[in-house]
């Protein structure tokens, strides 16, 4: 899950750029919301953590909610940091496998039971035919 924490460093990257620089006064570019960013970052913590503990389905399910949640709120994503963050969420998505594990089946019931109540025996009846040494031993 390489990838996972690939986009997880992006998240926390993201969330800890979208502060204020206090002093330094310039044009700033718009940035995303912290709030948001946190949100995101947690979520994205979420899938990995999801993923680790293979759990593919959580995580899978867990990285749809995130990329759905950040393609809806695109337009408060900085335009320098739209593309590469809706790319990241989409390959995490795409990048989760979902693997049901198939139990295999108990018995339907108890073992059959042989006369009195016992199991019955395998091979222990009579010979079919003649042994290895002939019919008259």
Do not use: Y
């Not at 330094?24 to 946190?38: D, E, F, G, N, T």
């Not at 389905?57 to 909610?65: F, G, H, V, Y």
């Not at 693997?99 to 222990?124: E, R």
């Amino acid at each position: 899950m390489r990838r996972t924490g690939l986009v997880l460093l992006f998240f926390v990257l993201l969330a800890a750029g979208c502060g204020g620089s206090a002093g330094v006064r310039r044009s700033a570019p718009p940035k995303l919301p912290h709030a948001l960013a946190v949100q995101w970052a947690r979520e994205a913590s979420a899938v990995a953590a999801a993923a680790q503990a293979n759990d593919g389905c959580r995580a899978q399910q867990l990285a749809r909610s995130l990329a759905e949640q950040v393609a809806q709120r695109s337009a408060s994503v900085p335009s320098r940091l739209r593309t590469p963050l809706l790319s990241s969420v989409t390959t995490l998505e795409a990048g989760i496998a979902c693997v049901h594990v198939v139990q295999p089946k108990q018995p339907a019931g108890p073992p059959a039971k042989g006369p009195k109540g016992k199991p019955p025996k395998h091979g222990g009846g009579p010979p079919h035919g003649p042994g290895p040494m002939g019919a008259d031993h």
